[in-house]
T-cell receptor
């Protein structure tokens, strides 16, 4: 069975500093996709970044980068130069293959608070 | 603009009543999903559909029902059999049921049982 583990229920970071949100995963599939979503207090789910299991380079999207360590089964999100608007819940997720419905399996989330 | 529309945004229900949450997408996506989120928790899959007229149970399907008669629409009914229906419900869609490509989410429906 596939599983996502986020061990940091809450994190604090000073504005303009970088922060790393941890994510480990478990799967027996060779092909999989890893995602990070941001959920502000309004409740919407905002897609941040994607990493494919066969991608050799770490994904980057603006201030977001994904530190992908396949052997350790980790997919940590790095946010550089934190902003007050980054305060939100962050979810790591893995996407199952088509024969499993292509569903997203989510971790429990990490609540990030950015201090001014 | 293309996107996913969920309605209503807020819904109150008395115990013993069924309620239907609407989810409509104009993204021409084949796959659609319903998730439930409880306070401080991650999202759990209720039902999903990869093609019209077909759907599958997710991890917590008991007390819920769905239909997929049109590509654009995937309504979720919360029945009286659902013991603890108060939650935030999110609908999502995707171009493919494979493991690439993100899921696009609606803004959610917050259901409260009185």
């Amino acid at each position: 069975a596939q599983k996502i583990t986020q061990t940091q229920p809450g994190m604090f970071v000073q504005e303009k500093e970088a922060v790393t949100l941890d994510c480990t995963y478990d799967t027996s599939d060779q092909s999989y996709g890893l995602f990070w979503y941001k959920q502000p207090s309004s409740g919407e789910m905002i897609f941040l970044i994607y990493q494919g299991s066969y991608d050799e380079q770490n994904a980057t999207e603006g201030r977001y980068s994904l530190n992908f360590q396949k052997a350790r089964k980790s997919a940590n999100l790095v946010i550089s130069a934190s902003q007050l608007g980054d305060s939100a819940m962050y979810f790591c997720a893995m996407r199952a293959n088509y024969n499993q419905g292509g569903k997203l399996i989510f971790g429990q989330g990490t609540e990030l608070s950015v201090k001014p | 603009d293309g996107g996913i529309t969920q309605s209503p945004k807020y819904l109150f229900r008395k115990e013993g009543q069924n309620v239907t949450l609407s989810c409509e997408q104009n993204l021409n996506h084949d796959a659609m999903y319903w998730y439930r989120q409880d306070p401080g928790q991650g999202l759990r899959l209720i039902y999903y559909s990869q093609i019209v007229n077909d759907f599958q149970k997710g991890d917590i399907a008991e007390g819920y029902s769905v239909s997929r008669e049109k590509k654009e629409s995937f309504p979720l009914t919360v029945t009286s059999a659902q013991k603890n229906p108060t939650a935030f419900y999110l609908c999502a869609s995707s171009t493919t049921g494979g493991n690439t490509g993100e899921l696009f989410f609606g803004e959610g429906s917050r259901l409260t049982v009185l």
